[in-house]
Each structure stands twice: as structure tokens, then as C-alpha cells.
């Protein structure tokens, strides 16, 4: 099963709980522009968006020049309990998530590595709640309460590269228990914002480890869970507030399920570890001209999670990344960017041991490939239009691993990988919002 979704932010879920200032409203367009006014002024703001992704392997990991396709589609909103009944600072979440097209869900298992294959969405199911929460706020927005479900991925471990989908880590996903973002668990947090920019945030979420088989609306499981404690402390800015923003977080987490020695098969209880990353803008060639909301700006971004758990039933010692990226290069194309990015992901000294022993199991004359898989990513996200955004990607890999698929009898071939995620926002193509 493979664990990686786009982040919940390309699947359209639009509540992520920033300290930092929204950026302002645009005019409202589109056919539906009228009922969409209305609805906000109500207190209703609709979600309704599609992503529609394609990923192939034309050259590395175990079974080459496969693809998989993906279609989802985000229906839900936001209603705003001050508005409708006078409930000072509440606020409902809802979304559900639909995936009415699949095509090769195994293609991650076909590739076989963390880099290249962990990406490679398994979604048997075609409808799965997503978000269903009520927020609190109070102190004039500085504590922040949610409860309900949905996926810590929304508060924690934000991805700071071009492409969220592109540098999730398998640690926080694997080890930490933050299923992938489709799929909600039971949980709350409590975030207090110390500043506008600084804030720092708790929260503790059930962890199914089933989660690919359901679909969001059980009350209870029928797999053991675990717990996901989690904590961060956060520092954001950004153009509203700071000609040269930055983001940066530090998270600290805990998951309680029983953990297995991939190669002695010793049990233990629980298992930790934790996640720091930042993004900082470092030049921009208008010398850092206040008001400007979308600057031509080069950014530096890179992350780092490690486990403290040599012997995790995952096999993940660490996981990186680092890069550069541009956005709005052109002028005239004030909402594009692009990125590179060095990857890397490093597998326990055990793990690295069982994959010696499967591959002998499986016939093979022995594993010579090293524990550290290396990887370099050009990425992009093209505004087609103020509702479409098409994100391409490709990937070179070296040092490719059969930790996704350790049954394997030969050496994956190190290549490329390549794949391109296409989000339509409908809900502000009809003008149904302005964000």
C-alpha cells in the first residue's frame, strides 16, 4: 500500500489553520457570481474543486514504463457560525472527496522505492471524508480550537517545496501515523498565536493503520489504532506583512502502535521522532518593494524528518529535502513557479538488512544497493488560468531501493520519473468564492 496523496491543499481542502494574514480577495467572477455573494453573506463558502493526476515510470524501480491516473474531486465548504446563528469565532469544516477514475493503483509497488514510488496513491475506495470539524476561535483569533475529523497533515509537517505533493515525508506518513490526506481520523488541536507571525500548536489523532479500506465515516475501526500525539512551533510571514517572507517549523511526534524490527522481528511500544523545514525568500530584483503581493522571488527551502527509532516497523531512518525555487519569473505570468530540488532518504541499518534477505529469498544473488536513495526533481506550476494550475514534474533517481516491494529478485534500475497534476478550482470559476 502506498501512502503518498497530494497534499490536502491541491485536493482543494482550503482550511489550513495560518497564523499569517490571508492574501486579499480578488473579484469575484464567473456565472455563478451572484448566488456565490449571497451564500458568503449567509455564511456559507463552498468548496468545489478537481485534481486529476497522472504518474509514469519510463525508466526506474523494478517494473518499468507503467503509469497510474487518479481523479478527485472535493465537494463541501466552510459555514461560518457567526453569521448563521451568532456563534462568536465558529466555524463547520466539511468536505467530501470523491475518486470516481482509477487506473494501476499498484504502480508505486511496480516502482518500488521511497523517492520515486512512495507517491504512488493506493485509493481502492471512490468516496472518503475528508474534513468534518468545528473550529473555535477566541482571545481576537489567537487560540485557535479544533475538533472532529480530519488529517493532521492540515496543521503539521507543511511542505515547503514548488509542488506539496513532491516532498511529503514517508516518516511523518509511515512512522508518525499522519495517514495520507484523503483520509480522516478522529482527532483535535489547540494552536495559540503567541504573534502574528509565531505560533505554537498541539494535537493527538487516532491512526488507522487500514486506512486505504475506509472511508472516513466510521464511528469506530475495525483495526487497532494507535494514537498520533503531535506538537510544533511555527514562524510564518508573508507579503502583506514581509518584504522577504519565510516559513519555518519544527514538529515533535509520537505514535503508540507496537512497532516490529523489519529484520529481527523484535516488538516494542511506540515510536518517535521529528520533522524541521523552512522556505525564505532571498532575492527579489525589486529590492523588496512594499505592496507588492506576487514579486518576481528566488526561495531557498529544504526539510529534514529523522526517526528516533532505529528499530521502527518502517524502516526510514531520515528523510530530505533542499532546493531553489522562482516564482512568477514573468511578469506576465505573475502566479507560476518553478523549482529544483535534491532529494534524499536513508534506510535503518536493519531495514537495509531485510531487503538483503528478501532479495535472497526471492532467488536473487544478493543486494548490493546502499542504504541512501538520491534523487534530483525540476518541478512546476503553470496558472493556466485564474482556475486551472497544471503542476509537471520530473525525477532522476540513483541508488533506487526495493523498500516498497522488497520480494524482489534483481536490482531496480536508478531513472526517471515523471508525472503532472492538473487542479481545477471550480468554486471560483463559477464565482462561487473569491479566494
Same mark, same amino acid.
Given at each position: 500500500?502506498?501512502?503518498?496523496?497530494?497534499?490536502?491543499?491541491?485536493? %482543494?481542502?482550503? &482550511?489550513? %489553520?495560518?497564523?499569517?494574514?490571508?492574501?486579499?480577495?480578488?473579484?469575484?467572477?464567473?456565472?455563478?457570481?451572484?448566488?456565490?455573494?449571497?451564500?458568503?453573506?449567509?455564511?456559507?463558502?463552498?468548496?468545489?474543486?478537481?485534481?486529476?493526476?497522472?504518474?509514469?515510470?519510463?525508466?526506474?524501480?523494478?517494473?518499468?514504463g507503467n503509469h497510474e491516473a487518479l481523479t478527485f474531486v472535493s465537494v463541501g465548504g466552510d459555514f461560518d457560525l457567526q453569521k448563521i446563528a451568532g456563534f462568536s469565532g465558529a466555524t463547520i469544516h466539511f468536505q467530501q472527496l470523491f475518486v470516481p477514475f482509477t487506473t494501476n493503483l499498484g504502480w508505486g509497488t511496480q516502482v518500488g522505492d521511497v523517492l520515486a514510488g512512495q507517491p504512488?496513491?493506493?485509493?481502492?475506495? @471512490?468516496? &472518503?471524508?475528508?474534513?468534518?470539524?468545528? =473550529?473555535?476561535?477566541?482571545?481576537?483569533?489567537?487560540?485557535?480550537?479544533?475538533?472532529?475529523?480530519?488529517?493532521?497533515?492540515?496543521?503539521?509537517? !507543511?511542505?515547503?517545496?514548488?509542488?506539496?505533493?513532491?516532498?511529503?515525508?514517508?516518516?511523518?506518513?509511515? #512512522?508518525?501515523?499522519?495517514?495520507?490526506?484523503?483520509?480522516?481520523?478522529?482527532?483535535?488541536?489547540?494552536?495559540? +498565536?503567541?504573534?502574528?507571525?509565531?505560533?505554537?500548536?498541539? $494535537?493527538?489523532?487516532?491512526? #488507522?493503520?487500514?486506512?486505504?479500506?475506509? #472511508?472516513?465515516?466510521?464511528? /469506530?475501526?475495525?483495526?487497532?489504532?494507535?494514537?498520533?500525539?503531535?506538537?510544533?512551533? @511555527?514562524?510564518?510571514?508573508?507579503?502583506?506583512?514581509?518584504?522577504?517572507?519565510?516559513?519555518? =517549523?519544527?514538529?515533535?511526534?509520537? +505514535?503508540?502502535?507496537?512497532?516490529?524490527?523489519?529484520?529481527?522481528?523484535?516488538? &516494542?511500544?511506540?515510536?518517535?521522532?521529528?520533522?524541521?523545514?523552512?522556505?525564505?525568500?532571498?532575492?527579489?530584483?525589486?529590492?523588496?518593494?512594499?505592496?507588492?503581493?506576487?514579486?518576481?522571488?528566488?526561495?531557498?527551502?529544504?526539510?529534514?524528518?529523522?526517526?528516533?527509532?532505529?528499530?521502527?516497523?518502517?524502516?526510514?531512518?531520515?528523510?530530505?529535502?533542499?532546493?531553489?525555487?522562482?516564482?512568477?519569473?514573468?511578469?506576465?505570468?505573475? &502566479?507560476?513557479?518553478?523549482?529544483?530540488?535534491?532529494?534524499?532518504?536513508?534506510? /535503518?541499518?536493519? =531495514?537495509?538488512?531485510?531487503?538483503?534477505?528478501?532479495?535472497?529469498?526471492?532467488?536473487?544473488?544478493?543486494?548490493?544497493?546502499?542504504?541512501?536513495?538520491?534523487? @534530483?526533481?525540476?518541478?512546476? +506550476?503553470?496558472?493556466?488560468?485564474?482556475?486551472?494550475?497544471?503542476?509537471?514534474?520530473?525525477?532522476?533517481?540513483? +541508488?533506487?531501493?526495493?523498500? $516498497?516491494?522488497?520480494?524482489? !529478485?534483481?536490482?531496480?534500475? #536508478?531513472?526517471?520519473?515523471?508525472?503532472?497534476?492538473?487542479? @481545477?478550482?471550480?468554486?471560483?470559476?463559477?464565482?462561487?468564492?473569491?479566494?
Amino acid at each position: 500500500m502506498q501512502q503518498g496523496l497530494p497534499t490536502s491543499d491541491q485536493l %482543494g481542502v482550503s &482550511h489550513i %489553520g495560518n497564523a499569517t494574514p490571508e492574501p486579499a480577495e480578488s473579484p469575484r467572477q464567473g456565472i455563478l457570481s451572484g448566488i456565490g455573494a449571497k451564500m458568503n453573506d449567509w455564511g456559507f463558502t463552498p468548496v468545489f474543486n478537481l485534481v486529476q493526476m497522472y504518474l509514469a515510470n519510463p525508466s526506474v524501480g523494478q517494473q518499468t514504463g507503467n503509469h497510474e491516473a487518479l481523479t478527485f474531486v472535493s465537494v463541501g465548504g466552510d459555514f461560518d457560525l457567526q453569521k448563521i446563528a451568532g456563534f462568536s469565532g465558529a466555524t463547520i469544516h466539511f468536505q467530501q472527496l470523491f475518486v470516481p477514475f482509477t487506473t494501476n493503483l499498484g504502480w508505486g509497488t511496480q516502482v518500488g522505492d521511497v523517492l520515486a514510488g512512495q507517491p504512488g496513491p493506493y485509493v481502492p475506495k @471512490v468516496s &472518503h471524508l475528508a474534513l468534518f470539524t468545528w =473550529e473555535q476561535k477566541a482571545f481576537n483569533d489567537r487560540l485557535d480550537i479544533e475538533l472532529g475529523k480530519s488529517n493532521p497533515g492540515l496543521y503539521f509537517g !507543511a511542505p515547503v517545496c514548488n509542488q506539496g505533493f513532491g516532498c511529503q515525508s514517508a516518516i511523518l506518513q509511515k #512512522n508518525a501515523g499522519m495517514n495520507p490526506p484523503i483520509y480522516s481520523n478522529w482527532g483535535g488541536r489547540v494552536r495559540y +498565536n503567541i504573534t502574528p507571525a509565531l505560533s505554537v500548536q498541539a $494535537g493527538v489523532w487516532r491512526s #488507522n493503520p487500514a486506512f486505504p479500506f475506509t #472511508n472516513g465515516w466510521e464511528w /469506530t475501526d475495525t483495526a487497532t489504532d494507535s494514537n498520533t500525539w503531535l506538537a510544533n512551533i @511555527v514562524y510564518r510571514t508573508a507579503y502583506q506583512t514581509d518584504p522577504y517572507p519565510k516559513s519555518y =517549523e519544527l514538529v515533535f511526534y509520537h +505514535n503508540t502502535a507496537v512497532q516490529t524490527d523489519p529484520f529481527t522481528l523484535a516488538t &516494542h511500544n511506540g515510536t518517535s521522532g521529528m520533522y524541521a523545514g523552512g522556505r525564505q525568500v532571498v532575492y527579489r530584483p525589486d529590492g523588496g518593494k512594499s505592496g507588492a503581493s506576487d514579486p518576481t522571488a528566488v526561495s531557498v527551502f529544504g526539510s529534514l524528518t529523522t526517526s528516533f527509532d532505529a528499530h521502527a516497523s518502517s524502516g526510514l531512518a531520515m528523510t530530505g529535502i533542499a532546493g531553489l525555487m522562482v516564482e512568477a519569473p514573468f511578469r506576465s505570468r505573475p &502566479h507560476d513557479s518553478y523549482g529544483l530540488s535534491f532529494l534524499w532518504a536513508t534506510l /535503518t541499518p536493519n =531495514e537495509q538488512s531485510y531487503l538483503k534477505q528478501q532479495n535472497l529469498a526471492a532467488g536473487g544473488t544478493g543486494y548490493t544497493v546502499g542504504r541512501t536513495q538520491f534523487a @534530483v526533481k525540476l518541478d512546476a +506550476n503553470i496558472a493556466v488560468s485564474r482556475s486551472i494550475v497544471l503542476s509537471p514534474y520530473v525525477m532522476r533517481s540513483w +541508488n533506487t531501493s526495493t523498500w $516498497g516491494n522488497p520480494a524482489y !529478485a534483481d536490482t531496480p534500475k #536508478n531513472g526517471y520519473v515523471v508525472g503532472i497534476l492538473a487542479s @481545477v478550482f471550480f468554486d471560483r470559476m463559477l464565482g462561487l468564492t473569491d479566494h
